[in-house]
């Protein structure tokens, strides 16, 4: 295992990401972990870049037991400042100017031991192209340091210790503006750390199974909700494969999921998969609940969101009750969540001083009145690492390649009242806008899509009669993060074909429309 130290630089992640991409196990803790604490022995370690002054008042600083491990030690850009730092206070300085962008750098002649640094930079180019992003810079070389590298900017762009391996780099080797960024940060691991490349999926998928076994024990269960996205599916699948039936996935129909999307999801889950599924249909009880609701789709999320809560705890206990007392299996002890890799990076990130541990979105209220412990067996991978997962656990490649489903549904896809009625018009649209997606071979290229109903009407006329009916607006787009957005470029025969089919397939449109605003200003849903 590789150590990473977060001193929280947005980039700490990508650090992570890196090792995973060279098949190394590696974790991320905060700077403030303690040494002792550590259940591993790690090979080497890492400290990351942040955005902090080592030299201010309450700045960050690692367990000084890191540098007693006895294992090679890097600091990038901040850690590289933690190194000279703790070497004597005074070795860094606030730089006259922010250096940020590209630099090239030169791996430079030193009086150190020759071989250890020829390891770092082994298969580099001697003049290469690094990414800087720095405020302070070091004034002075820590005693028993030499200089390795340099930058037109920064005289101590690599330093290394005459010994040790012990290495601080000022550029960022883990974004990809650092070209050959990654073949140094292998340098550091395999040859230096001598950190094995032998992290692959059916390795995780081993040790995940035997984690969770020893989790649970033999008589233990666990409750799930699913949704038919795929990282709920993962999740479910693998504790199917871990502890059986005493995996319970529940999911719950609220009336606004997409056209057949229930029954489709049940026929997966149970019949291709075998996971022991209960299927609430609970629609009526949530579209009574949405009556009325038209001027604040906050509201929607609320009804949709507490009224999931009550009937997931309904089932739960309901299925406890039956699960109790039998003699094969004991009470339900955990809940499952298929929280991914980015959301714990939200949560464990050296956020300052005052670090805070932030409680993942959607856990909160369902944890709430339920004596249940957590269990995230895919805590540690990121989306497509996911989607890999999946693809050998044998899930179906249309469900492991779906696109996120928001879990208000079609609630937020229709604008103003959501009824039975306004439902179906949006639910027999869609389902034709995504048919003809696929059939194009479209659907990988955007990130998501869907049909969204306004609630307003237009004049048509089909066959010789004026029709006054609804407007679809169709809205596909790509992102990579969610955070931003652009429309899908779809060719105009394409989108003609697709409004013919809704107007002439689906009662009570007679108008279709293609949503064009990039997110921001727009959002991606409609609500
Ligand atoms: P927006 O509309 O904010 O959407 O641009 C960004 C992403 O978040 C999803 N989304 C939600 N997911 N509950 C969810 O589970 C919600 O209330 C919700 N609102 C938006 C949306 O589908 C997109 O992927």
């Known amino acids: 295992t590789i150590l990473v130290l977060d001193f929280g630089s947005q980039y700490t992640h990508l650090i992570t990401r890196r090792m995973r991409e060279l098949n190394i196990y590696c974790e991320m803790l905060p700077c403030t972990q303690k040494i002792a604490d550590l259940d591993f022995k790690p090979k080497g370690v890492i400290l990351s870049g942040g955005p902090y002054s080592v030299y201010e008042d309450g700045a960050p600083h690692a367990d000084p037991a890191v540098f007693d491990l006895g294992v ?20 860094v300085i606030a730089g006259e100017k922010r250096e940020y962008g590209h630099a090239t750098l030169n791996v430079t002649k030193h009086s150190g031991k020759q071989e250890h640094v020829d390891r770092l930079f082994e298969g580099l180019e001697k ?24 930058s037109g900017n920064s005289p101590y762009a690599g330093i290394a210790h005459q010994e040790k391996e012990i290495y601080g780099i000022q550029f960022h080797p883990e974004v990809t503006h650092t070209k050959k960024g990654t073949q140094l940060l292998k340098n550091f691991a395999v040859s230096i750390c001598k950190a094995q490349q032998n992290w692959t999926m059916s390795a995780f998928i081993g040790k995940e199974l035997e984690r969770i076994r020893a989790l649970v024990g033999d008589k233990g269960q666990v409750i799930g909700a699913v949704s038919g996205g795929v990282d709920s599916t993962v999740a479910a699948k693998l504790m199917k494969e871990a502890i059986g039936d005493r995996f319970h996935a529940v999911m719950v129909d609220n009336g606004v999921l997409r056209k057949n999307e229930a029954k489709e999801v ?18 009526d009880r949530f579209l009574d609940l949405l009556k009325g609701v038209k001027d604040d789709p906050e509201k929607k999320r609320k ?3 507490n009224t999931f809560i009550e009937i997931f705890q309904e089932k739960a206990k309901e299925i406890a009750e039956a699960a109790h007392g039998s003699d094969k299996a004991g ?35 369902l944890l709430e009145g339920m004596h249940l412990k957590l269990i995230e067996p895919l805590r540690e991978l ?34 103003g009242e959501v009824t039975r009625e306004q439902v179906r018009i949006a639910q027999e649209a869609d389902a034709i806008f ?3 997606i696929k059939k194009a071979g479209l659907y990988r290229q955007m990130s998501q899509a869907y049909a969204a109903l306004l609630p307003v009407k237009a004049v048509g006329v089909m066959g010789d009669k004026r029709v006054h009916a609804q407007v679809i607006a169709l809205r596909a787009v790509q992102t990579t993060d969610f955070m931003t957005a652009d429309v899908f470029p779809f060719e105009t025969k394409f989108l003609s074909k697709i409004s013919t089919r809704i107007v002439n397939e689906v009662d009570g ?13 727009g959002t991606i849903e409609m609500e």
């Open 266 to 283: 049940k026929e997966i889950l149970t019949k291709g998969l075998g996971i022991n599924l209960t299927v609430i249909d609970a629609s």
């Open 509 to 521: 449109v007679c108008r279709v429309l293609y949503e064009i605003t990039s997110k921001p200003p």
């Open 382 to 415: 990121f989306k497509d690492e996911v989607r890999e997962l999946g693809t050998q656990l044998g899930i179906p490649e249309d469900l492991v390649w779906r696109h996120p489903f928001p879990g208000p549904g079609l609630a937020i896809r229709i604008i």
């Open 434 to 436: 995504m048919e003809e």
């Open 303 to 305: 009804i949709i969101g």
């Open 72 to 91: 090679p030690i890097m600091g990038i850009c901040y850690g590289l400042q933690e190194i000279a730092y703790r070497a004597d206070n005074k070795n």
């Open 331 to 365: 009470d339900i002890e955990f809940l499952l969540q298929g929280t991914l890799y980015p959301d714990v990076i939200e949560s464990i990130s050296f956020k300052g001083p005052s670090a805070t541990i932030k409680t993942h979105h959607n856990v909160g209220g």
């Open 127 to 150: 003049d290469m192209e690094v990414w800087m992003s720095h405020g302070d810079k070091l004034g002075k070389l820590p005693e028993d340091f030499v200089v390795v590298a340099e």
